[in-house]
């Protein structure tokens, strides 16, 4: 049974709107969420990460919002730019990220166009 | 610095047929990690290291072996390899959690697909 779920395979934005992807969990004892990007033919690159003890964190045009009783995360990027048009992965860990036993989603794929 | 680094890049197999991928980071990290990402799916955990000379199995182990003599390196095995195997395999590393690491954010190679035939 998957633990982390990202319903939406796929997304496509207008350029300079928001982008927001979701993320689903339902293993309670995750305390450490991350988003990875990832470009085709490259590996992951760490995009954003939150703790189980915060409701949101922000870096730049990336903000990860965390709804614990809901068990939901999303990733809201602002604007959103062609440049940004990869897959995104959601992540999360039950050992506050000391150990990395990361459960990742499927992933969403962004398209963000002109 | 180069980072996590993988090779080969690419590689077919028959099956039956032995290989071992090579994983080699130069961030001094402590941990290491071995994935399978396969079409429609998320990374899956094959085997990870928590330091020289330690491994222990992630979601997806069997097939697998690996083994860390040196803090820099991880090498996946597939001893006897088979279709089920073919896939991409992304190495990653993370530092120790403390200091600048807010927790496990792992540093990924490019990966290295895998085609058994």
């Known amino acids: 049974d998957q633990q982390v779920k990202q319903n939406s395979p796929s997304l496509s934005v207008q350029e300079g709107r928001i982008s927001i992807l979701n993320c689903d969990y339902t293993?309670?004892?995750?305390?450490?969420f991350l988003w990875y990007k990832k470009y085709p033919a490259e590996g992951p690159t760490f995009l954003i990460s939150i703790s189980s003890i915060k409701d949101k964190n922000e870096d730049g045009r990336f903000t990860v919002f965390l709804n614990k009783s809901a068990k939901h995360l999303s990733l809201h990027i602002v604007p959103s730019q062609p440049g940004d048009s990869a897959v995104y992965f959601c992540a999360a860990s039950d050992d506050g990220g000391s150990q990395g036993n990361l459960i990742f989603g499927k992933g969403t794929k962004l398209s963000v166009k002109p | 610095n180069a980072g996590v680094t993988q090779t080969p890049k690419f590689r077919v197999l028959k099956t039956g047929q032995s290989m071992t991928l090579l994983c080699a980071q130069d961030m001094n990290h402590e941990y290491m990690y071995w994935y399978r990402q396969d079409p429609g799916m998320g990374l899956r955990l094959i085997h990870y290291s928590v330091g020289e000379g330690t491994t222990a199995k992630g979601e997806v182990p069997d097939g697998y072996n690996v083994s860390r003599l040196k803090k820099q390196n991880f090498l996946l095995g597939l001893e006897s390899a088979a279709p089920s195997q073919t896939s991409v395999y992304f190495c990653?590393?993370?530092?120790?959690?403390?200091?600048?690491?807010?927790?496990?954010?792992?540093?990924f190679g490019p990966g290295t697909r895998l085609t058994v035939l």
């Open positions: 990653a590393s993370s530092p120790l959690m403390g200091g600048t690491s807010l927790g496990n954010e792992q540093f």
């Open positions: 293993n309670s004892m995750f305390d450490y």
